[in-house]
């Protein structure tokens, strides 16, 4: 008797610990289970007049489920600020659910369990583009809204809409841009200070800028293109050389954020702070020192708040009724799928010494 | 007295499933739906089908840690195979197959050239899963028929059964039943309580093995072929790190890692109670992080405390029956199949 009772002091044990858990969670499963119900009476009536752009009115008191790849992962963190940001403006109630390892198998567990939750709509960047499609087509079947952002899923059937980041012209003709800005009318010499020679991206990136440098910016001329592998100090001793080799140099472009980030420190120390202009593809944290030193005048990368932010615009417009494909407004501007359901967020966004402070990623 | 303890473990597993269910349904109304249900088992079949063949391994007093790999080789293979003869039968056997192979090299390694079960599948864990990349490369295969993958939407009759529940009951039954009701089941026990006691009252030690070895190769197999279906997807990282879950879920039902007891009921009900736990604290809102937190000390708490009632009747009684198990052998952790009770083999009482 001695040891049935070790067996049940063990359960015990083991029960109060799960009590223990479950009660951690229950005011807030509580309040969720509250806007469910308050979401299924107001299907009729709690609606608010659009905010603009085409589309009926919104409904309110939905409920969103916001699946990244996975948790514990600052991108993704800064993305669902913009979605509880969009979910405050639209009256939604938004939460974070998701795998610690980034695997399609782990995420469909979280999806089948939105799916039980009775979820307005799920939100979800695809950890793997293949193996989440039956469960996300379960909760198309169960009337879920599902929109991706991020990253999105090979069958495009699956999902009411995507939201993505920016495209490839968008990058480089902004990069462009920053530079001519930053050098003046007058032009000259650039140069270009890359990532790995090997590194897709930048190089599709690299033959976008080029182009779009022949065809808007004439008196800009592209004298060198050099290759930091990503490493901050390989990136800074190319820098450098650049600077020795083209005396002329007027500034350089560096599209990635390694890259940028070690050339305008660099430069920053140098004697040609301020002569030669830095810009490219920076993280705002990274770049802040040298905005505010006026290193740089303008940085810029694709905003993941954004994504989250949109994401969750779409979700609310669609699971409200409104055809997505005929636009729908996020914030003040009114975005239009395409014909794959697949909606651009807009150009990179800008980082100046003014606004670096907003930006938390 | 072993008998007794570990007999009293057994029969509470079953009903800590219960007592989730029952917590569960009356704290959170979504938990105890037909739709969470069809979810729960679908989410928990896979680890279940090998739990059942790695139960006889472990019983024995041996170990497979490649059935992850081994189940996402067999789903690469059926990927490979239809994508190359578009026949799913055939893809299917040759997925099996794979298994079968794979189960019967890690038993020729242990058996004939005498190796531990934990060196050899350490190595075919990254043997396996490196042929899973260079058979499909970094790319994965989706373009199964959608008769074969939509097997994962219908349930049985057109309930909300999933089909999953006819291996599951199949084979449980089956495992169930060669493990504690026939000589074979007795042999396992008495392998695990002590090879050498066990060689000389006759049994075929290596054949039994070898045997167990390729039945759970086969076994992965099949969870290969179910995952495949359920993801609709072959891809060569798939169903890693599944064999922590098994074996966890093994521990936590009450078999030795030592060898020589174990019951198939636990480890089924052991299965079902930590996917029915999961499910139950993700329907309330626990996020991953807190999931790994309550499942690790889940484990600890079935493992530690059990373990310390029986160091203190030790105390009480002269003759500790888990004593062997719990102070620190001479011989080490180096003989899995040895527990040094060779006097108490009950188990060989019946021939």
């Known amino acids: 008797m001695n040891k049935n009772l070790t067996r049940y002091a063990a359960v015990g044990l083991a029960l109060t610990l799960l009590g223990a ?10 309040t969720q289970a509250a806007t469910a119900t308050e979401a299924g009476g107001t299907t009729a009536g709690g609606t608010t007049p659009s905010a603009g752009g085409t589309g009926g009115a919104l409904k309110t008191g939905l409920t969103i489920a916001i699946i990244p790849k996975a948790i514990n992962n600052a991108y993704f963190d800064a993305a669902f600020v913009g979605a509880q940001k969009a979910c405050t403006e639209l009256g939604a109630t938004c939460e974070q659910v998701g795998p610690t390892e980034a695997t399609g198998a782990a995420q469909t567990e979280f999806i ?10 799920i939100v979800i960047s695809a950890a793997d583009a293949d193996s989440v499609t039956p469960s996300l087509q379960q909760a198309k079947a169960a009337g879920i809204t599902v929109v991706t952002y991020d990253a999105d899923v090979n069958d495009t059937t699956a999902r009411l809409a995507m939201i993505k980041p920016t495209t490839p012209d968008l990058i480089a003709s902004s990069q462009d841009k920053w530079i001519s800005d930053a050098i003046g009318p007058d032009g000259g010499e650039i140069a270009i200070l890359s990532a790995a020679a090997t590194a897709e991206n930048q190089n599709a990136w690299i033959e976008l800028m080029k182009k779009d440098l022949a065809a808007n910016y004439p008196k800009l001329t592209l004298v060198d293109t050099v290759y930091g592998d990503d490493d901050a100090a390989k ?4 820098a450098a050389a650049l600077l020795q080799s083209h005396p002329n140099l007027k500034g350089i472009i560096s599209p990635t954020t390694v890259g940028v980030a070690a050339t305008a420190k660099y430069i920053s120390g140098s004697e040609f702070k301020g002569k030669v202009q830095v810009t490219g593809l920076g993280l705002p944290s990274e770049m802040k020192a040298y905005l505010k030193d006026g290193t740089v005048k303008t940085v810029g990368l694709w905003d993941p708040g954004m994504l989250g932010y949109l994401g969750v615009y779409a979700a609310v417009n669609a699971a409200s009724g409104n055809d997505l494909k005929a636009g729908f407004a996020g914030g003040d501007q009114t975005y239009t799928p395409d014909g794959d359901g697949v909606v651009i967020v807009g150009p990179p966004a800008e980082f100046t010494a003014a606004n670096v402070d907003q930006f938390k990623f | 007295m072993k008998q007794l303890n570990r007999l009293q473990w057994d029969k509470f597993v079953p009903v800590l499933v219960m007592l989730t269910l029952l917590v569960g349904s009356f704290s959170n109304e979504k938990f105890l739906t037909t739709s969470n249900m069809t979810f729960l088992i679908q989410s928990i079949g896979e680890i279940m089908l090998i739990a059942f063949s790695m139960t006889f391994l472990i019983i024995a007093g041996e170990i497979d840690l ?16 239809w994508q190359h003869t578009s026949n799913i039968p055939l893809a299917v056997l040759s997925a099996l197959a794979v298994g079968f192979v794979c189960g019967a090299i890690n038993g020729l390694l242990v058996t004939k050239l005498g190796l531990q079960s934990l060196a050899v599948t350490i190595g075919t864990l990254a043997l396996y899963r490196g042929l899973c990349f260079a058979l499909l490369g970094d790319n994965r295969l989706t373009p199964f028929p959608t008769s074969f993958t939509s097997l994962n939407f219908k349930g049985l009759f057109g309930t909300w059964v999933p089909y999953v529940v006819v291996p599951l009951v199949v084979f449980g039954v089956a495992f169930g039943v060669v493990l504690h009701a026939t000589r074979l089941g007795r042999w396992v026990f008495a392998i695990g309580q002590s090879k050498d006691a066990a060689r000389f009252v006759g049994i075929s030690v290596q054949r039994t093995v070898l045997a167990m070895f390729i039945t759970n190769g086969l076994m992965a197999g099949v969870a290969g072929v179910i995952y495949t279906i359920r993801f609709a997807s072959a891809r ?18 009450g078999v030795s890692i030592f ?3 174990g019951t198939m009921w636990a480890v089924a009900s052991s299965v079902a109670f930590l996917g029915s736990i999961r499910s139950l604290l993700r329907l309330k809102g626990a996020n991953a992080n807190e999931l790994t937190i309550v499942t690790g000390s889940l484990l600890l708490v079935s493992v530690v405390i059990p373990a310390i009632g029986v160091r203190v009747s030790g105390r009480r009684h002269s003759r500790s029956p888990l004593r062997g ?3 620190p052998a001479p011989t080490g952790g180096a003989d899995l199949g040895n527990r040094g009770t060779p006097d108490e083999p009950q188990v060989l009482a019946r021939p």
């Open chain 1, 21 to 30: 858990c479950g009660s951690d969670s229950k005011s807030s499963s509580d």
């Open chain 1, 112 to 121: 089948n369990t939105e799916i039980q939750k009775g979820v307005d709509a």
């Open chain 1, 235 to 238: 990136s800074a001793d190319k």
């Open chain 2, 66 to 81: 490649s059935v992850s790999s081994t189940a996402a080789l067999s789903s690469c293979t059926l990927g490979f195979v």
């Open chain 2, 236 to 253: 060569p990282d798939g169903a890693v790190g599944m064999e922590l879950e098994v074996i966890a879920a093994a521990l936590f039902a």
């Open chain 2, 259 to 261: 060898g020589g007891v």
């Open chain 2, 325 to 327: 198990a719990l102070d």
